[in-house]
């Protein structure tokens, strides 16, 4: 998703609540220049895991904001951990994952810890909007199982890898039998079949 940076569209994000988990100070007042610039008030500025944490504790958040932090990935960590506390609303609320550097392995950890999406840095207020509003389109379900919290992985629904089996409820079986119960009423078909009209 493209934004034209020459469009009069207007966005105002004045009543969300954001958590910025950011412990460069440089990275904290961009953060917080991007987003009060989308009209955003409730900033809560953490500079610490352990911050973060006790934030998502005490107040109803609708952005997480968090940067990977460093080699140690505390960033990743944090994330998991929201994802698990099962703190409602909180663990579901939309996570966008900042770093440094964005290699395959980086995007895949993202991924498996629950983020929505993983930004480089630096950072530009349109990319960080165009990833805001393609999380409040995109409509991916939210996943919860024994190994994994957060939204649906797969960004394109094409079913099930060919020769594996589906393990998800709404997955269909690789080979679709003949049917053993019919789909409609006898009733329903004669319904049907009385009101369209066949030119011959």
């Known amino acids: 998703m493209g934004l034209n940076p020459e469009s009069r569209a207007r966005f105002n ?3 969300a609540s954001v958590l910025l988990l950011e412990d460069s100070t ?7 220049q991007i987003l009060t610039g989308f009209g955003v008030k409730t900033l809560h500025r953490c500079e610490s895991v352990e911050e973060a944490q006790t934030t998502v504790q005490k107040v109803e958040l609708d952005l997480v904001i968090a940067d990977a932090l460093g080699a140690g ?33 980086a995007v895949s950890k993202a991924r498996d810890c629950g ?3 993983i930004m480089a840095k630096p950072l530009t ?29 797969r960004f394109k629904n094409e079913g099930v890898p060919p020769g594996t089996v ?5 997955d ?17 078909i004669d319904g049907l079949m009385k009101t369209r009209r066949v030119e011959l």
Request: proline residues 8%.
């Open 13 to 15: 994000l004045e009543r």
């Open 26 to 32: 440089m990275g904290m007042s961009i953060l917080v």
């Open 73 to 105: 990935g505390e960033g990743y960590d944090f994330i998991k951990w929201l994802r698990q506390s099962r703190i409602e609303p909180n663990c579901f609320a939309p996570v966008l994952l900042t770093a440094g550097h964005t290699p395959r392995d």
């Open 115 to 117: 983020a929505h999406f």
């Open 125 to 153: 207020p349109i990319t960080v909007l165009e990833r805001i509003l393609w999380i409040s389109k995109e409509g991916r379900r939210f996943v919860e199982c024994d190994t994994y919290m957060g939204p649906d992985r």
């Open 166 to 170: 589906g393990r998800r409820r709404d």
């Open 172 to 188: 269909l079986p690789p080979v679709v039998g003949e049917a053993e119960t019919p789909n409609m009423e006898q009733d329903v």
